[in-house]
C-alpha cells in the first residue's frame, strides 16, 4: 500500500499524460479493490487518498481530464452506490469547493462530477444538492463554464 501511495504521488506531480493515467488507474484499482477491506482499512487508504485526489484535481491538464474521467468511471460502474459513499462523498465535494480562476480546473471538475451519472436515480440527494449548486452557478462569470454546466 504504501509503495502505490509513492508511486501515484509521483506520477501526480509529472504533468504528462501517461503519469496521469498510470496515477488514475492505480486509484480506481486500489478504490476497486478495497470493496472487501476492513472499516479501518478503508479509513487510512481514504486519509491518504482524498489530499492526493484534491491535489490532483487542482492539477488537471486538459490531456489528463479524460483519463481521471475514465478512471471514476471504472470505479463507479456496476457498483452498488452505498459502498461507494466515500467515492460520492469527494465527488460532490469537488462541486462545493470555491471556484477557481481558471476555466479549465472548473470546468474539469464539473465533467468529473457529471462521472456520478453511473449511479442514475439512486443518489437523488446527492443530484438534488449537484442541482441547485448548478443552479446557482448559472451565473459564473466564465461562458465556458456556465456553457457546460447548462449542457
Known sequence: MEQLNALIRVDIKEKQEASQRVAAEIVAGMIRGSKYWTLEMLDELWSKLTPFLNEA????SSEAVLDWCYGFWLIMA?????????VIEFMHSLINTPS???TLIETSRWHLVQKLENFEWRIPAVW?????HAKDMLA????????YIAS
Not at 438534488?128 to 441547485?132: K, L, S
Open 57 to 60: 484535481c487542482k492539477n488537471l
Open 78 to 86: 456496476d457498483v452498488d452506490p452505498r459502498r461507494m459513499y466515500r
Open 100 to 102: 477557481t480562476t481558471n
Open 128 to 132: 438534488h444538492a449537484i442541482d441547485d
Open 140 to 147: 459564473h462569470p466564465y461562458k465556458s463554464v456556465r456553457e
